[in-house]
């Protein structure tokens, strides 16, 4: 095998081994929070060792704020014509309390802990994905208020689910769920 064919596996090999990591760390973090996962967790489901973890990711923060970053899936809802964001934001949390099912972030999100570190990767996160996208996309006065309006409706619902269970308000028409949650994105999202 050529030497350039060698640095071609090498780095494939080293992007299919970080992908492992990253999916396992998300997957961890998901399920048991931040404080209880550890290193030799993720190193052990990814298939890798401690020592590779560490050199690829450094610290187990590091490796949280990039399984964060690249398992998010909120910029495909925020991205698009701005007189249809209320709506698409509306859909996609009336899916989320209806159906009860969340992505791997959503879930990092929700039981990331306390940890000051971790609330500062957290809010970067979030005002980087959410607030300043949203921002971006309005029109008047004070839109990074406007943006944080809609982010806590956004977050919230993920603490509804948590106190009252998945399909907390399965019973409720789907189409009045979220017909409600746009008229609440339109107020917070106006000028």
């Known amino acids: 095998m050529s030497n350039a064919a060698n640095i071609r596996q090498v780095t494939r090999d080293r992007e299919a081994t970080s992908r492992r990591i990253l999916e396992a760390a998300r997957d961890l973090f998901a399920a048991h929070g931040y404080d209880q996962v ?37 910029e495909s809802v925020i991205a698009g014509d701005p007189a249809g964001l209320a709506s698409r934001l509306a859909h996609r949390l009336a899916v989320r309390l209806q159906s ?13 802990g306390t940890s000051p570190e971790i609330q500062a990767i957290l809010r970067a996160h979030v005002e980087a994905t ?58 917070s999202l106006r000028p």
């Open 38 to 74: 550890t290193m030799r967790m993720i190193a052990a489901e990814a298939g890798a060792n401690v020592a590779l973890v560490n050199r690829y990711f450094g610290t187990k923060a590091a490796l949280f704020a990039e399984a964060l970053a690249t398992g998010s899936t909120i």
């Open 100 to 112: 009860g099912a969340t992505e791997p972030v959503t879930r990092m999100v929700d039981r990331a």
């Open 130 to 187: 959410v607030v300043k996208r949203i921002a971006a996309q309005l029109d008047g006065p004070h839109p990074e208020q406007r943006a944080l309006l809609a982010a806590t409706m956004i977050l919230g619902t993920g603490s509804v689910r948590r106190l009252f269970g998945p399909g907390v308000i399965e019973a409720v028409d789907a189409e009045e769920v979220e017909a409600r949650l746009r008229a609440m994105f339109e107020i």
